[in-house]
């Protein structure tokens, strides 16, 4: 089955939180990769303080992916900020068409 819908979210680390942010990246990644018609979830994490790290989902069917917004869980990716962990979040999605 091809993809037909790519979700990422960019996630600006606070210095001295990286070990910290992923750990709790890992964990929300392995919930997130059963959830029903998602091909791959993935955490890309640079080195450098100024590049972001990337999150990328793949979905089977852009259903699939928006269904997916609503989860609780997701929640976290927000929590990450108020608990100094993350300074900000950049969330895009990308249609195939």
Same mark, same amino acid.
């Given at each position: *089955?091809?993809?037909?819908? =790519?979700?990422? =979210?960019?996630?600006?680390?606070? !210095? ?7 750990? +709790? ?9 059963? #959830?029903?018609? /998602? %091909?791959?979830? &993935?955490? #890309? /994490? ?5 590049? !972001?790290? =990337? =999150? ?8 699939? *992916?928006?269904?997916? @917004?609503?989860? !609780? /869980?997701? %929640?976290? @990716? @927000?929590?990450? &900020? #108020? +608990?100094?962990? %993350? ?6 999605? @990308?249609?195939?068409?």
């Amino acid at each position: *089955m091809s993809l037909a819908a =790519i979700n990422t =979210i960019e996630i600006h680390p606070i !210095p001295g939180q990286s070990t910290a942010l992923q750990s +709790q990246l890992n964990e929300l990644l392995e919930t997130l990769r059963d #959830t029903p018609g /998602c %091909a791959a979830y &993935t955490l #890309t /994490c640079s080195t450098s303080p100024k590049v !972001p790290w =990337i =999150i990328t989902g793949h979905w089977h069917s852009t259903e699939h *992916m928006q269904a997916h @917004f609503n989860l !609780p /869980c997701l %929640a976290r @990716f @927000f929590e990450l &900020t #108020t +608990q100094h962990l %993350a300074s900000s979040l950049q969330l895009r999605t @990308f249609i195939a068409h």
